[in-house]
């Protein structure tokens, strides 16, 4: 479908008729995207709904598997600074323990060990090899074995999943995250919530990271609220800089909401 705007065409994003390229023109080839990452693509109708979200599903299996937190965002947006932050914020009155992923590295994994985030044997990499939203969405099968066998050593009562760096279309699904923080960050630029996609509509958190930068990248924090605002219906968004401890505490306390409703008697 094409609309015509100020001389600029807008093409609406979908699957391709078998042989037909963009362009209109055949080809004697095919292929699925899913050969090249061994995964397919969803292709959205549309950014997504807060009130219309995958709710938290119900389930009474916590000594099997703790109470998970996933924290997704782009690269680069302050995710294992987060983590970091929560985890000394919470450490000394919360069981807890942290899987990171990267696709060929353990660095954020490295970076948490090296800065005591906890003691290293509670905090488990996986190397994903691949699109970074695999492993939390299409087959998370690799992180939900990492969380079980943590829950069966330590009996923590929250486990943080922090997902490789990636696009606004990436969120968790619920059969592993029972809450879903999203984090971008202001260098970024004051367009990326209203920009819209799962990580930012449907997150039941979002954190926009990195204030302290508002003024030197010309973002504007006003015009940042009104459009999460906006985008989320209203959904809770918190401005934090973590690497400062700015903003965990309230952070912090959605988890802990969140787990209290979740976990009996906890």
């Known amino acids: 479908?094409?609309?015509?705007?100020?001389?600029?065409?807008?093409?609406?994003?979908?699957?391709?008729a078998e042989g037909v390229s963009q362009e209109g023109h055949s080809h004697d080839h095919s292929h699925s995207h899913g050969h090249e990452h061994g995964h397919?693509?969803?292709v959205l109708d549309n950014p997504g709904?807060?009130?219309?979200?995958?709710?938290?599903?119900?389930?009474?299996?916590f000594?099997?598997?703790?109470?998970?937190?996933?924290?997704?965002?782009?690269?680069?947006?302050?995710?294992?600074?987060?983590?970091?932050?929560?985890?000394?914020?919470?450490r000394d009155s919360v069981g807890l323990c942290v899987v990171t992923n990267d696709i060929f590295t353990r660095e954020d994994w490295?970076?948490?060990?090296?800065n005591k985030a906890l003691p290293s044997e509670r905090m488990r990499a996986v190397e994903t090899g691949g699109c970074p939203h695999a492993a939390i969405r299409e087959d998370y099968s690799l992180n939900m074995e990492e969380i079980r066998s943590l829950t069966k050593q330590f009996s923590p009562q929250i486990v943080i999943i922090?997902?490789?760096?990636?696009?606004?279309?990436?969120?968790?699904?619920?059969?592993?995250?029972?809450?879903?923080?999203?984090?971008?960050?202001?260098?970024?630029?004051?367009?990326?919530?209203?920009?819209?996609?799962?990580?930012?509509?449907?997150?039941?958190?979002?954190?926009?990271?990195?204030?302290?930068?508002?003024?030197?990248?010309?973002?504007?924090?006003?015009?940042?609220?009104?459009?999460?605002?906006?985008m989320r219906q209203e959904g809770p968004t918190i401005f934090s800089q973590a690497k400062h401890m700015v903003g965990i505490p309230e952070i912090a306390e959605h988890i802990l909401k969140a787990y209290r409703m979740a976990v009996p008697n906890s």
Do not use: W
Not at 110 to 114: G, I, M, P, Q, S
């Open 1 to 16: 479908m094409e609309t015509s705007e100020n001389n600029c065409n807008f093409i609406k994003g979908g699957h391709l």
């Open 40 to 42: 397919t693509h969803d």
């Open 49 to 61: 709904s807060y009130l219309d979200r995958d709710k938290p599903l119900y389930r009474q299996d």
């Open 63 to 90: 000594k099997q598997r703790a109470f998970t937190v996933g924290i997704g965002g782009p690269v680069g947006s302050g995710k294992t600074a987060l983590v970091l932050s929560l985890c000394k914020h919470l």
């Open 110 to 114: 490295e970076f948490l060990v090296r």
């Open 162 to 230: 922090e997902s490789g760096g990636d696009n606004l279309a990436a969120n968790y699904s619920r059969e592993l995250a029972d809450y879903i923080i999203y984090v971008i960050d202001v260098a970024g630029g004051d367009k990326v919530p209203r920009k819209g996609g799962p990580g930012i509509t449907q997150s039941d958190l979002l954190v926009i990271n990195k204030t302290d930068l508002a003024e030197a990248v010309g973002a504007d924090l006003k015009v940042m609220d009104r459009d999460a605002k906006l």
